[in-house]
């Protein structure tokens, strides 16, 4: 029985907790911890059968009866806190980005290398990995239906943008929003970024410009084979989240879609129409966050690699950096350009 | 070259005048005929090269460099006109039904076995059997995909009922409308009928009631193998002519769905919305009326087996004959209950 | 707090039992019992937190800290248990049947009208209506979407036939399999069935037919406002579980289809291959039994009526009588002939 | 009644014979002309009843009988021809592109505006524009469905990769392959392009990629509001021809797929299957080749302006001369850098 504690309570730490709770077996939620944790937060934790609640997340990487944390605190923190839980000996589970720094990514992955690091399991949150469509794209990638591939492409917009202020404070839409959609690419294409193009624009809200992000872009992207990716991306989508992908290879294509609450479809004098697809990233990828914890505990149970490393953590940061790069200079950056 | 008569200048005549014209390398349109042919249909024939108009389709029977003709009149005329054809050593494509009494049909089945008729082609026009759709369904069960058949599933709504007087003379729905889809379930099974249960309901026109007919039905069949169809039929369907089939069988099944006037879809708000299908039988099977009448044309010149024959014309006659029983009588009527 | 029994602990005991536990707050499975309980299930049980385990489920009857229990147990024994539980004054979700005879359903409405009864929730577990697909056509219905409802389609085929012992023992098809599609009917249509015919067949394995039953069918069905049913039915579907419906009406037509592991495609020269439906009802129905659970428990809890009460139990049995009746008699069958 | 003549008896030149010949009331094809004419193509001419042939254009030229011309010749006669024809006083329907060189097209323009040619008619054959699919994807776009215009996406894939000869001569992949792409993305966004960039890629045949050419290449480009829009090519598609585009706007997305043989799918133990796309263009587009053809002679018969222009012609070519230099020179490319 493995012992987890949860660093930062917010909306990803319930969604994590509540999913071990329900579906992992062999695996139980101790601690809890979060500075500006609530009344109902505590209720709810104590609801779940969870003792130990805390403001400090020290308690948890204090306590040696807990052999694993979560970290899903903000991101800021990410890296400050797995280089303490790794010299604490406890496997971790960090949401992304490990960091925006790529110095501060470089420590956690020299501490990973410390005589007490290279024991742990360290994986990065990109949940999109353990979605049931994306997987099945993999999946004929890997098993040769795609064949030898060529182009990948990623669509990735969400219903509703943030605020100016929560843009000013994110790293930019290329390290906040499309750093998934990076992570997308190479894990469909099992292939590293070489150079990035980005065409950016502000197309939504004014105030996402002024506050010196863009709104929308498309991102071009060339692979170390020689092979081409395409990712675009809009903060903003009238009809929900839309998160698809294509794989086109030398045998042809592998590609999914949105998923909807239902299939069901009204045909009528007006058309025939179907249900717009899932709002947001909390309901279209419910299956794939509880999915990626399960994972990672049978990963840390059964002393198997993590699916998800935190060097592909840093791939993702890397070419989020280089794509800022291109945007704000307006040419293609190469990774190399980019200390690694 | 093959010369071709047309008798009768109606819709449907036009269709497939046009389709020789248009389609048909090695045949011409040389003659029609038609006794309430008007200056604008003369015109029309005039404009696509076709010198000899008539009222009367004898002189077109009468004339002996046409090799053969395309039956397209009032459906009562069918058998009268096809016996004389017969006797006038014309092939003879006939619309459906080839009658609605069956000793009438029997006469010209037994006119083809004559010495004359024997050496003539006679194909009934089944369109449906020419669709894209419904081939590569019926394709599917030829090469084996589907394994034995063991259901086949009809829908046939058309987007508009007739008038109560059309209904009145049309000999009723099962002859009318179902005789198609009696036809379908024979085609896609390639089996015979043995059973007939009907489900009829006045559900869109009271009129047609009164008139003596229905507008609804569900009709089950049992077929000789044991295997099953079942056909669903409305003289009304608002999001236009619904017309798909499904067959099931021991290895899986195959299905064709509507076809629209594109596939593109509007995503909004309120949610993913494509077209409706296309409006009815002339939109619907402009390709299946021009492949149909190329495949009789190709059967004269090559003297090779039609692909509908009197026979199938016979057969699904019958079955509309039982299932106007079934309506009537509220039980199973056996197709041996009809004389054939 | 509910406390909640369990009684009978086979797959869909267990199913249920997962389900309140993993997503029902505000009651608590406290105690299982099953004849034959095994060690293993024990433990699983223990897992949970569930410590009144026992052989005897008169034991739960008889414990006052249990509000409610679900009857998962053998057919047979559905309503002796129900009329037991009623006594005993807990709230009851019953798995369907609640009885093969009609006499014996009765009797379990006559309890529910009884001084003890009549403040009982009594729920039937046809756990389809729970679905997010089925639920979606019903929406389209009960919005006005649809018009006035004339014709319901359900196709209902099982991926793999049981065996002919479990056939013999079952009750014949109708009331064992046929039985959720007759109560998808009248949940589709919101109305009440007037008349079925039914075409049976034995396609898939003689031993189900010399076991007495039948192993395909189509079932034809008058409802009471003059509307139409139909529902094909096989005990062996090659490419899995087929739960599809459609209801046309006067305005259009709703329909839902199969739900896949995933969405995606994959594009080759053999063409667009996307993945084969669910396997069986728990991969299909697996969200639908947590659902029909949930509104149960709330019914309980905020003393509103359950979405599935016994007489629609009854009424789907009378359906299934009437059908194994036309199957065996070869005619139409009014549910009135079917003591009701 | 209208006479025309084309230039041109290759595979593009039948084709719109064909459809002049079957589909356009009131203009009739009276010559052809062709200098490497063969003996079959002039029995194909006769049999559709045009008389003059010949292997010298010339005499289509001076035939004053002759009121329009279809060039159907080799690119590098389109601009020569064009710029006789209008000297000629012909309406002219010239295949795309109209040149390689932007001078030669200013001449076409300029004669345009001469005394005899502002009376011409002059349409150049992006032939995509016609397609129903396409069109239904403007439709949303200029019916306000989408919003305003935010990003354009057109994959565009052809079945077979061209000989490395060919490649060789063709002017390069952007103004060979991609020219259409651009022309769709003017068409779908109705907006003017100001910077290309492009990825370009050797990924089918190395052969190509000596020849100087390139096979694949991503395409991403700034529209002058400030919309984006991005193009993916490859010269070789396992699946056959993918012609797809999704229009993404402030209220929605509208977007097209490709077509099939039929619709019909198979449903097996190892998913289900459809058709795949219609092999290449000539599948794809024939309605669109007979829709454009008879909306040119629609715009001379009724004097309105012709759907696409002799201007629409030069922006294509712009962009691809951009997009050729953007790929050699590793930069985003401004449409200000080459001369309008």
Redesign the interface.
Known sequence: MLNIGIIGAGRIGKVHTQSI???V?GAKVTAIADPFITPETSDWAH?LGIEAISKDYHSILHDSSIDAVLICSSTDTHSPISLEAIAAGKHIFCEKPIDHDIGRIREVLAALKSPVGQNLKYMVGFNRRFD??F???R??VVNG????V??V?VTS?DPEPPSAEYAARSGGIFLDMTIHDFDMVRYLSGEEVE?V?V?P????DPAIGAAGDVD???I???LRS?????I?N?R????GY?QRAEV?G???????????????????????????PLFFFLERYMQAYATEVTEFIAAVENNTPVPVTAEDGLQAVRIGIAATKSSKE???VKLSEIAG
């Open positions: 709770v329900n579906f077996r609801s049931h469509n997987r099945a794209v999946s004929a239906s795609v064949g030898k060529e182009l492409k917009r150079e193009f065409h624009a502000v197309l939504v929308s872009a498309v071009s992207l060339k020689g092979a081409l990716a395409v675009d809009c903003r989508c009238a009809y839309d086109f030398s045998l042809g294509a592998s590609l999914c879609g949105n998923d909807a609450n239902s299939n069901a479809q009204v045909w009528s004098g007006s058309g025939a129409t179907g249900e717009k307006g040419r293609p």
